[in-house]
């Protein structure tokens, strides 16, 4: 049969068409030329009725084999050069490992976070917990709850911020004091960490900086516990040989009140630069608190006492790392703050 000649004639045509492929688009275009809409095969099946009637299913049966042969030729050829195509992608995206990368910088916390952080987890594993309180605040909090009269000269002791005739910017943390005792029964024990505000800009000076408070209410406390307990403090943030001395002062808050100088961690009280050749150095203010500030609260102050006590954050960050001027801890400086990786 003259057409069986034929349709063998393009299996072998195909066949050594597919083996020549050297690529998967050689092949995409092999397969439409043999099995398209134009190809040998399907003119083959278009012609079928030139055929005589019974000659017509041996053909189409022939043709129908043929499509299946050259099509798995073309489909197993794909399938290698499609591998073959794949591995030599991979090859030539090889990555090189021992490249050097491009490294993200890492930050590290601010010393007077660091600072922060320390004095919280020290008093922490005391026992006290952490209180806050808004920054900006009322007349009745920043002053007068805590025994500062309006008009009191006592108020000559904070320049303040004013943001209206009984808001202010808080300048210091003791408002917070005064939110604690509203809010809860004694035994109280609370460290207050947060940002003040003074008018006052030197070396030594920032408008704004940062406190910790610290308040403990209970019955029969004295001013023995607040000693024992700064000085446990300051053991561990400096270093066990601190001494801690009490200087009286006067704050309306507390009574008595001390200025509490602890001694200087640089020169172990020898006498040198950070401690300006006393041997000491002041870090906070602290007393007994004042009874009326208890009863404002109304807490009962004939069962009931308690200490407070406020340090300044960056001026212990400054003791701590031997920082000479305050005005660095606000720069941002990338030199300096990586120095506390
Ligand atoms: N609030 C005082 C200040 O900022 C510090 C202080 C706190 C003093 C608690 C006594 C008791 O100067």
Partial sequence: MAVKEKIDGIISSAAAGVEACASVDEINSLKVR?????????????????????????????????????????????????????????????????????????????????????????FTSLGFSVAHGPEVETDFY????????????????QDTFYLGNDILLRTHTSPVQAHVMEENKPPIRVVCPGKVYRPDDDATHSPMFQQIEGLVIDENITLCDLKGILECFAKELFDKNTKVRFRPSYFPFTEPSVEVDLSCSVCHGKGCRICKGTGWIEVLGAGVVNPRVLEMSNIDSEKY?????????????????????????FENDVRFLRAFK
């Fill in 34 to 122: 043999y099995l398209g809409k134009s190809g040998e095969l399907t003119a083959l099946l278009r012609g079928m009725k030139d055929y005589p009637a019974e000659e017509r299913p041996a053909v189409g049966k022939l043709v129908n084999e043929a499509r299946d042969k050259i099509n798995a030729l073309i489909d197993e050829k794909f399938a290698q050069l499609q591998a073959k195509q794949e591995e030599e992608k991979l090859l030539e995206e090889k990555i090189d490992v021992t490249l050097k990368g491009t490294a993200t910088p890492r930050g590290s916390l601010h010393p007077c976070t660091l600072v922060k952080e320390e004095i919280l987890s020290i």
């Fill in 142 to 157: 920043n002053f007068r709850q805590l025994n500062i009269p309006k008009d009191h000269p006592a108020r000559d002791m």
């Fill in 305 to 329: 006492s308690g200490f407070a006590f406020g340090m300044g954050i960056e001026r212990i960050a400054m003791i701590k790392y031997g920082i000479p001027d305050m005005r660095i801890l």
